[in-house]
C-alpha cells in the first residue's frame, strides 16, 4: 500500500495537475498485457488463486466489468491495442504463424510511434506476434529495444530474441516470466529521467505453461495456478520498482488480457472462451492504476475496447493522432471516475474476416456463426460463416452468459443494430465486404436451432 508520504505527494502532484484538464504532460505509461488470461482468474475478478498484487493495484485504482478485446485470439487482438483500429483494417484479421512473411501493415502507425514523437524511451517484453521478419518487429515499429519471444510459445522455432538477434534457441519456459521482469525493473531504473513507455506482453498463462522453481508446485491450483500467481508477482516488481524510483505520481499502469481463457482459465460466469466471440472470449480483465489522477477502489461498468488505449494514452501524452481515423475512443472519463459511460458506436467482433456479432453498450446482437465450434475438426465441406436465419440479442445487464435470446421482444433495437453495422463495415476493407456477401449467399436452414434459449415470458 501508499505510505503516507507518498499518499500526501500523490495528492499534491493531482491538485497541481487539476489545473489542467489534460495533466502531466509527459507521464510515464506501462501496458502489461497477459495472454489467454481469464475474466475469472484474478482475485478481484471473483477468483481463488491468489493474486494479492493485482488485488491491491485495482484497490488503488479502477477495475472495469465491461472491457472487450477487439478479438478473440492474440495476433488480431494486440493488431487492435497498438493501432487502436479493427484487426481487420490493419491487415491482420488471424493469427500470424513462423512461416507467414507479413504482420502489422507497415503504414499502421502504433502506440510507441506517437509517443517517439514525444521523446518517450519506449520497450516491449515479451510476446509480439505481429510479425517475425526483422522490418515488422517491435525495433521497426517505434520501439527502441526489444526482449522477448516472437510468436506464441506453443509455436516453432520457440526463440528469444533481444532486438533482433535470436538470443536462445528454444528458450526455457520457466526462465520466461522472471527475465521479462528482470528487463522491465532494468528498463525503469535506466530511464527514471526521461518519459518512458514499457509495453510488456506476457507469455502466459498461455500454454504450454511455465513456472520458476520459486512458484512451481506452490499454488493449491496446479501448475496453472503457478503460473498465474508468478504473473501476479511480476506485476508487483514492476510497482514497488515505480515506487522506490519516486515515480508512482506520474506514471498510468494498466494490466488486462488479449483474450479469454484457452483450455485452462476460467472466463468466471460468462459464456464461451478463446477463439468465440461469446464474452467469455471477448471480455477481458482490466485495471488501471495511477495514484492521484484515477480515484482509489472504483469500478467502472462502462463499456470499453482494447482500441480506446490508444486514444486515451495518446491524448494524456499530448501526442497527435495517426492521420488515419481510430476505431477506439478515449476513455479518461471512465478511468477517472469522471462518467459512469460513454456513448459510442456499436462494437464489431470478427472471426477473421467475417463479421460475427455486435455490441452497443448492454446489448449483445449474434448476426453469423461458423459452422464449427473453436474445438471442433472442420466439417467435411470446409469451415464457413452463415448469417443466423434470426439474429440473437442478448441483454448482457441481466444475461452476462448469453443463455436468453430476446430478439423476439426488441424488435427495434435488432434493426438499429442491424442498421449501425451496415453502415460501418462500408468503410472496412475489401476481403470483410467479400466475406459478408459470401455469408449471406449461403443458403441457411430456417429451422436451424439458435445459440440459446428465447427468453422466458414474466411470470403474471
Request: charged fraction near 20%; charge should be neutral; proline fraction near 9%.
Amino acid at each position: 500500500m501508499l505510505t503516507r508520504r507518498e499518499i500526501l505527494a500523490c495528492a499534491g502532484a493531482s491538485l497541481s495537475a487539476s489545473a489542467s484538464a489534460a495533466g502531466p504532460a509527459n507521464p510515464n505509461i506501462v501496458l502489461i498485457l497477459c495472454d489467454d488470461l481469464g475474466y475469472g482468474d484474478l482475485g478481484s475478478y471473483g477468483s481463488k488463486i491468489p493474486t494479492p498484487n493485482l488485488d491491491r493495484m485495482a484497490a488503488e485504482g479502477v477495475r472495469f466489468t465491461n472491457f472487450s478485446s477487439a478479438d478473440p485470439v492474440c495476433s488480431p487482438s494486440r493488431a487492435a491495442l497498438l493501432t487502436g483500429r479493427y484487426p481487420t483494417r490493419v491487415g491482420v484479421p488471424k493469427v500470424l504463424f513462423p512461416t507467414d512473411q507479413d504482420g502489422l501493415n507497415r503504414d499502421e502507425t502504433t502506440l510507441a510511434n506517437v509517443l517517439k514523437t514525444r521523446s518517450y524511451k519506449t520497450m516491449c517484453i515479451g510476446k509480439w506476434h505481429l510479425g517475425r521478419p526483422a522490418e515488422y518487429l517491435p525495433t521497426s515499429r517505434g520501439f527502441d529495444e526489444y526482449f522477448g519471444i516472437p510468436y506464441s510459445n506453443d509455436m516453432s522455432p520457440r526463440c528469444l530474441l533481444h532486438n533482433t538477434e535470436v538470443i536462445e534457441d528454444p528458450v526455457a519456459l520457466e526462465t520466461l516470466t522472471p527475465r521479462y521482469t528482470e528487463q522491465a525493473v532494468r528498463f525503469i531504473h535506466e530511464n527514471k529521467a526521461s518519459p518512458f513507455f514499457l509495453y510488456m506482453p506476457h507469455t502466459y498463462p498461455h500454454i504450454p505453461l511455465g513456472a520458476s522453481d520459486r512458484f512451481r508446485g506452490k499454488s493449491k491450483a496446479g501448475l496453472y495456478g503457478d503460473v498465474i500467481q508468478e504473473l501476479d508477482w511480476s506485476v508487483g516488481q514492476v510497482l514497488q520498482t515505480l515506487r522506490e524510483n519516486n515515480l508512482d505520481c506520474n506514471t498510468l499502469v494498466m494490466f488486462t488480457s488479449d483474450n479469454g481463457p484457452w483450455y485452462q482459465g476460467s472466463p468466471g460466469r460468462l459464456r464461451g472462451r478463446k477463439n468465440t466471440t461469446y464474452e467469455g472470449g471477448v471480455r477481458e480483465p482490466f485495471i488501471a492504476r495511477w495514484p492521484g489522477r484515477i480515484p482509489k477502489g472504483n469500478v467502472c461498468e462502462g463499456l470499453a475496447s482494447m482500441m480506446d488505449v490508444f486514444p486515451t494514452v495518446a491524448r494524456l501524452c499530448s501526442a497527435s493522432l495517426p492521420t488515419k481515423p481510430l476505431d477506439g475512443i478515449d476513455i479518461w472519463p471512465l478511468l477517472s471516475g469522471e462518467r459512469a459511460v460513454i456513448e459510442r458506436d456499436v462494437l464489431l467482433y470478427f472471426d477473421n474476416w467475417d463479421i460475427q456479432c455486435a455490441r452497443r453498450m448492454n446489448w449483445k446482437l449474434h448476426i453469423a456463426r461458423h459452422n464449427t465450434g473453436a474445438y471442433m475438426p472442420a466439417p467435411p465441406n470446409g469451415r464457413h460463416n452463415f448469417v443466423l436465419p434470426r439474429p440473437e440479442l442478448y441483454d448482457l445487464a441481466r444475461d452476462p452468459d448469453e443463455s436468453y435470446d430476446v430478439a423476439a421482444q426488441n424488435p427495434r433495437i435488432v434493426t438499429e443494430m442491424i442498421r449501425q453495422i451496415d453502415d460501418l463495415l462500408k468503410g472496412f476493407p475489401e476481403p470483410v465486404q467479400q466475406a459478408w456477401a459470401e455469408s449471406h449467399g449461403r443458403s441457411v436452414n430456417a429451422n436451424t436451432p439458435t445459440g440459446a434459449y428465447p427468453q422466458a415470458a414474466p411470470a403474471r
